[in-house]
Structure formats: C-alpha cells, structure tokens
C-alpha cells in the first residue's frame, strides 16, 4: 500500500522510524542507534535516509519529534507553550532543510510553575498526545522514566506537566551514593518496592528517607538483594504521591495513562494502586508516539 | 598543666585528638589525616600512639568516638537506643585493647522511626552532648553535612533524631546527574540560594523541583553561575522545611543549635530563618565535640 506519511521519534539514543499507510496504519517500523548524539552536525539528513530510503517513492512527508528538535539536533524548534492542544504545538513546527523529502520537525512543550519555575519536556508532547482521550474532560497522563513527566491532559489540550527526576535519581544513587554500597543484585522484590512505596506515601521528605535504605540494610530489616527495590519503591512513590496530591480530584477520577516499557508502567501501576488510583491504563511508548505522529501530521496538515 | 584525659574525635577521614587539663580546659588540639579508612586493621594502636605520645606521662585515660568504633573501626562500639541520655551512651562504650593506655570507645545512637525505618548516627552523638542544654526541656540540634543529623534533645537526653543525605545529594547531582551541566563554577549566589529554600518550603516534591534546576538553567532564568547555590538552596531548604516541620512547637521554640563548620551553619541559619525559625545558635564542630568528649568521660567515671 502507498506509503502516506514517514513518522520518526529521534531522540537522544536511538532513531524509530515508522511507515503509515491509509487510515493511519503502521505497515512498518525500523529503530536504528542513530540517536542525536550519535550524529554529527550536517549528519541527519544522511542518517535519516540510511534508514527510510525504499519508503521514499511517492513523495510521503516526514514528521519528526524529540530531540532532533534541540539545538544539538537537525533544526531547533522552540517550545511551545502550555496549554497546548495540537494545532498550537503544529504552529511551531520547523521545516527541516532536505534534498530528498519534506520534511518537519516537531517542538517541545514547556509550562511555568504556578511557584516560578519553568519546566520542559521534547518528545513526550507526541506520546502525550496519541495516547489522550480528546473526548475526556481531564485525565492524567505520564510517562515514566529517566526523567518522569506527568502531565494534565483534557478536552484535547495540555494544560500542564511536571518532571519528576525519578530515574535519573535511581540510577545516580545507586551507581555513585553510600546506598548503593550494600545492595546485591538486580532483582526485583515486590515486598520491598511495596514498603518503600508506602513510607514515601506517608513522609514526603525524600532526603529523610533516602537514607533508611543504607539504616535498613545495617540492620538487616531489609535484605541486600531488596535493598534496589526498596529504593525504587521510594522514589517512584514519592512521585506518585506528589504526582497525584498536585493534580485536582476531577483530574485523578479522569483516570490515569501510563506510557512506556511494560515493566516499568507495571510498576507504576503498583505504586498507584497504593497511592489510591485505581482508573489506570497502560500504553506502549512505541503504540503512543506513533499514534500521536499521526494525528499532529493531521493536525499539521501533511495528510492529503 | 597535668593532662587529665586525652580525647579522640576519629572519623573515617581525620583523626583529631584533644589534651584536656583541670577543669576541662582544653590544653591543645591535633589533627592528622589518619582517619578509619586509612588504617589498616591492627594498626589504629601505632596510628593513635603516632599523634599523643608525648601526652601519655601521667596514664591519662583516653576516649575516642567516631567511625573508630563502627564495624570497619578499632573495635565494634554497637549503639546505643534513643532515648538516650548520657549514662545510657557511656554503657555501651567499648574498651579497646591497647598497651600503652587505657582507651575507652563511645557507641553511636540508634533510633526506630514510628514509621518504621531504622535510622543510625555515629561520632555525631558526642557534639551532640557536648552542645545540649541539659536544662533545657527541649531543643533541636543539627549536625549539616554529607548525612545532615536532626536531633530532638531535652533535659540532658536525645529523644530522636533524623539522617538527610543533604551534603551526599548536592554532591552526586552535581559530579553525576544532568542538573551539573549547565553549571558553572563554586561561587555562592545569595539570592539563588534564597529562592531554592523559599521553593522547597513550597513544595514538598523534591524530585521535582530537582529538575528545576535545568530547567531554569535552559531558559536563563538562573545563571550558570547561580545554578549551583540554587540547588544547594533547593536541598537545605527541603531539609529545614522537613526537620522543623517534623518537629514539635515546644522543640521549635526550644532553640536550634547548628553544629559545623561556620560558612555551613551559616547556610542553615539563613535557611532556618527563611524557613520561620528565629531562635538559632551556631556552635564550631570542634568545640561541641571537644565539650561532649569531657562531659562523657565524666559521665565514664573516667575524670577523677
């Protein structure tokens, strides 16, 4: 079948590049490690024909999110600002300089914090929006993961998001903090997990907690090889927590969507549960940014 | 002047040993880099000897507190339970075995949060003491630092008290996390300091606000320069907020006594007052644990 639109989500890592046929179907998608910091300056268009080269008869264009929009990637484009719905983020679209398809570069969101600071997010404003119920009046939508976005979603805008630095913190102090010293092991433990999410449900000081893995572990309460668990359990409720108290009472009864690899939005589910959602639903990244590439390039006006 | 009890504050990374003479006057005062983690077991007798040799004519007792009497130490000093006061810590001193002197141990504290984690101080417990008001009915005591200790103290005894990874946090976001790139520089910044303690007063979420930091970086909102007082802002603010909210109002107005080095207490003190707490006094590390290593070998019997 013609090939109607080239979607790609380019980011950091890795490039994943998607075929869409009639109606908006995925005939085909390529990943391939070419992520932005894997590209040279003056590199992406070489790199993006590498990869979608026999899908370029017909003439389909070629919508792009994620980092390939920072000033590191092909063409910066700027933020757009919250709230959002999709015709305000196709407004500030880039054209991408290219010999052998047209293509446009999708920007990121940003918002301004109630208390002042400003937040960011590039790539997940494409998920967000394949994934949103364009009917529901509000619902929360997140996206776990290095750097956790939860973002208020309804009547098919944005209106807001918060980044939670729950993956990064995980990683940072397991790899370089004294917590790290007295685990063993990358297994899972869901007791433990559990228990940590409950503590950060009732203490919502993360520095204060953040050291009862290391007490735990010298006391042996908790077991070397469930001391990691412990600490994601602290963290990622922590983030449920606030994620949830920040968002309105209609928000969190609008239901919540989990984007991302199943194990980690299991979890997620789990710390939920906890935290007291219970009207969750769980999406593939992979499922939510080629939705969402469909319907901007709709938005955008690229589907003829 | 005789010297009637040699004291020994040994940590994991210095070893700093104090003459004390009638009275309790503290004669002289030596530091050396010998701290727990470099000496080698069986070697602490040679590495004490090295520092007070020519203080031992007389047979002075000596007592030592610190990592010198966790696990990795001269000898394992197990902790002591809060509450404690001073003869319940003094129970749980250790003799060491030693030739040339009679060399007593000092335990740690533990505690049992009503919420459940485990929570352990050692070397902290003696600056502790040696600061305390024993009339007082209550008061807050903190140790800032790598692991900030929030002790609550009243009449001659450590009810409690909590660990924050405040110091251990800046310094592995700063060396790890993305938050470091984008500063510049270890100059302090007042007035970025200020707005990190007034947001983390706001907001409980610590691992949002983390992420603040870039991103009020990516939109210059705060100079590179600034980032970094910023986050330290961000941190001692989360922990002042949490340890004064923790808290009783009688332990509130009862004083806080910050204990460490003066550009630290310094920081807490302008954190304490954007925080609300106006009753604060600031005590130089040395001095608390010199005064509390005197007091506890007093409560020792040690001082005839």
Request: proline letters at 5%.
């Amino acid at each position: 079948m013609t090939t109607r639109l080239i979607g790609g989500d380019w980011g950091t890592s890795n490039l994943r590049v998607f075929r869409y046929v009639e109606g908006g179907e995925v005939a085909e998608v390529r990943t391939a490690p070419t992520g932005v910091m894997a590209v040279a300056a003056g590199g992406f268009e070489a790199a993006l024909k590498a990869l979608v080269a026999d899908w370029l008869e017909g003439g389909a264009p070629v919508l792009l999110c994620g980092m390939v929009g920072s000033r590191q990637g092909w063409i910066e484009a700027p933020y757009a600002a919250c709230p959002a719905d999709m015709p305000a983020v196709t407004a500030k679209a880039v054209r991408a300089p290219c010999d052998f398809a047209e293509v446009h570069i999708l920007p990121g969101l940003s918002v301004v914090h109630p208390d002042g600071p400003h937040d960011v997010l590039r790539g997940e404003e494409t998920q967000i929006f394949g994934a949103l119920d364009p009917d529901r009046r509000a619902q929360l939508i997140v996206t776990p993961g290095t750097h956790s976005k939860w973002a208020v979603a309804g009547e098919g805008r944005v209106s807001g998001f918060s980044t939670y630095m729950t993956g990064e913190l995980f990683a940072v102090l397991k790899a370089h903090s004294i917590l790290g010293r007295l685990m063993e092991g990358e297994a899972h433990d869901a007791d433990a997990f559990a228990l940590g999410v409950r503590r950060a449900k009732a203490d919502p000081a993360l520095s204060r907690l953040l050291f009862s893995v290391r007490a735990e572990g010298l006391f042996d309460a908790i077991a070397p090889t469930a001391l990691a668990a412990y600490l994601s359990g602290l963290l990622i409720g922590a983030e449920v927590t606030s994620g949830l108290a920040a968002a309105s009472a209609a928000e969190v009864a609008g239901g919540v969507t989990l984007i991302g690899e199943p194990a980690l939005t299991e979890l997620y589910g789990q710390a939920l549960a906890i935290a007291g959602a219970t009207d969750v639903n769980r999406v593939s990244g992979e499922a939510a940014v080629g939705a969402g590439l469909w319907r901007l390039a709709g938005a955008l006006g690229l589907i003829r």
